[in-house]
């Protein structure tokens, strides 16, 4: 029997773990390293007095692909984290125009909007829902299960009878102009719109295929105990649990190759890791800013200004809030949608009236919590790294936020002083994107086509996270792990000197890695 394949993964994000999780199930010799001192990457918790505040990605959706994941790796991811479905998706307000509540049940919701707009906003939502729907699944086989297609692989996964439906999804047209087809009330075509910011994007830029976020939450969203960082220690500890070694407090200073192809990684300490392959899940962007060696730096990878996705503000506060009625997850409005994005994309600078994402992380459907609450306050922003916006930006920001908070009604009483991140710190902590969360922005209708692929051309390298296909987010991210090991594991067995030798724990990936 021969010695495993050794790989080295840079990055414990969920691509990054996942793929890990699965190459070591696997058999393979699999190191992590994690320049932080926990697993998780943009799914962190931040300390904030005596609380653990969740400082990333909140919402839980598209379970089924951490459900494979653990299937196929001989696990149950209920056995590992305790999972809610929430009934209530979001609250969303308007200054001076009303409240709208969003559920997961179409129904529900329908007659909320019948309630908050009239009987034809309500029509235009189940049409909307209808349109969301077909997207999804035209998509979901052909694309997000698959390797990064091109437009005309696109069209020959979906065949000849799927090409009607692949031209009804609008892949032309832009979120905000198809959101038209449907709501006639500029509230909701706001409302919805916003599932473009999922991605980083803009959605006057963003294609309209992005609608299928709203089937991804009718389809469920779940509240994770512990926050999303604790999903993110449930895949490390069963990564570690199936044979990989994570290290933490490891940073890497760049990927080795000799021969042509990967041969390691040099640490920032000196160390030399030897590896036969890399799966990469540090953002493509630090590739292809050449931050990883002149010899891992893909051509045309470099990304403007204008191509980078949204970066934010956040401040997480442990306060008495009072006033509105908070839901787990509330969305307060600007006044001119379109002003804003401009003033982000454009005039590159943060708006004086932004719309505000909170995330009351104690509360539930049931009553408010007594006494401090963890808060997550989010604002939109450009990313632009260390230079702007500046920190006297920064601060009038956050107190134009709770200005708008408290023209809804909201007042904050800290309870503890609070810590706010903004583009310079997320640059910081993710090297080369200059404080753009998701990548690439979406924009235009080659958006889908331009993200990169987990196969590289430098031969052992190999991508994962949400900078990369099939896109950001924590399911879409743990897709890419997938696809990362499925392409290391198909080019293994591929190699005649380690086809009939290397060690399987399992040779299938059951539960959807299909091309339906």
């Given amino acids: 029997m021969s010695t495993p394949m050794r790989v080295a993964v840079i990055g414990a994000g969920i691509g990054g773990l996942v793929a890990a999780l699965r190459l070591a199930h696997a058999g393979l010799d699999v190191t992590v390293l994690e320049r932080a001192p926990a697993p998780g990457g943009k799914m962190r918790a931040l300390p904030v007095g005596p609380a653990a505040i969740e400082a990333g990605p909140t919402v839980f959706t598209m379970r089924w692909v951490l459900d494979e994941v653990f299937a196929e790796c001989g696990a149950s991811l209920d056995a590992h984290v305790a999972l809610t479905p929430a009934r209530l998706l979001a609250r969303h307000a308007w200054e001076g125009d009303g409240t709208l509540d969003l559920f997961a049940g179409i129904d529900e919701s329908a007659e909320a909007i019948h309630a908050f707009a009239g009987a034809r906003e309500a029509a235009g939502y189940r049409r909307f829902c209808a349109r969301a729907a077909e997207v999804y699944e ?44 449907d709501f006639r009330d500029p509230r909701l075509r706001q409302l919805f719109a916003r599932y473009a910011t999922y991605c980083g994007s803009s959605p006057f830029e963003a294609p309209a295929t992005l609608m299928l976020v709203a089937h991804v939450e009718q389809a469920g969203v779940w509240s994770v105990a512990g926050g999303l960082s604790a999903l993110a220690r449930a895949v490390a500890d069963l990564a570690a649990a199936r044979g990989a070694r994570l290290r933490y407090g490891a940073e890497v200073r760049g990927i080795v190759v000799e021969h042509g192809r990967v041969a390691g990684l040099d640490l920032a300490d000196g160390e030399r890791l030897p590896a036969e ?72 600078r943060l708006p004086e009236d932004p719309t505000i994402y909170v995330c009351a992380q104690d509360r539930d459907e049931a009553a408010a919590p007594k ?97 990369v296909h099939p896109g950001p987010g924590v399911p879409m991210a743990a897709q890419s792990g997938r696809l990362a090991a499925r392409a290391l594991l198909q080019d293994l067995s591929a190699l005649p000197d380690r086809a009939s030798t290397r060690r399987w724990r399992a040779a299938a990936m059951p539960g959807g890695m299909s091309t339906r």
Avoid at 147 to 176: E, N, S
């Fill in 138 to 181: 035209t998509l979901e086989g052909p694309f997000i299960r698959s390797d990064r297609p091109t437009a005309l692989d696109l069209a020959l996964r979906v065949g000849p009878f799927g090409l009607p439906r692949l031209w009804r999804i609008q892949p032309f047209a832009t979120l905000w102009s198809a959101l038209g087809e």
């Fill in 277 to 348: 392959a890399v799966i990469c899940n540090a953002d493509a962007a630090a590739l292809g800013a050449g931050l990883l060696g002149p010899a891992a730096t893909p051509p045309g990878e470099r990304l403007a200004a204008s191509e980078r996705s949204l970066s934010a503000v956040t401040v997480c506060a442990r306060a008495v809030a009072a006033g509105f009625p908070l839901a787990r997850h509330t969305v307060f409005f600007s006044r001119d949608y379109r002003a804003e994005f401009d003033t982000i994309l454009r005039g590159r």
């Fill in 371 to 467: 006494g401090p609450e963890r808060l997550l306050l989010l604002v939109n922003a450009p990313a632009e790294g260390p230079e702007q916006p500046s920190p006297q930006e920064i601060e009038r920001c956050v107190t134009n936020l709770r200005g708008k908070l408290a023209r809804h009604g909201l007042s904050l009483t800290d309870a503890d002083p609070p810590v706010t991140t903004g583009p310079a710190e997320f640059a910081a902590l993710f090297p080369g994107t200059r404080g753009a969360l998701y990548g690439r922005a979406s924009r235009g209708s080659t958006a889908t086509f331009q993200r990169p692929a987990a196969r590289t051309a430098l031969p052992g390298l190999y991508l994962a996270g949400g900078s």
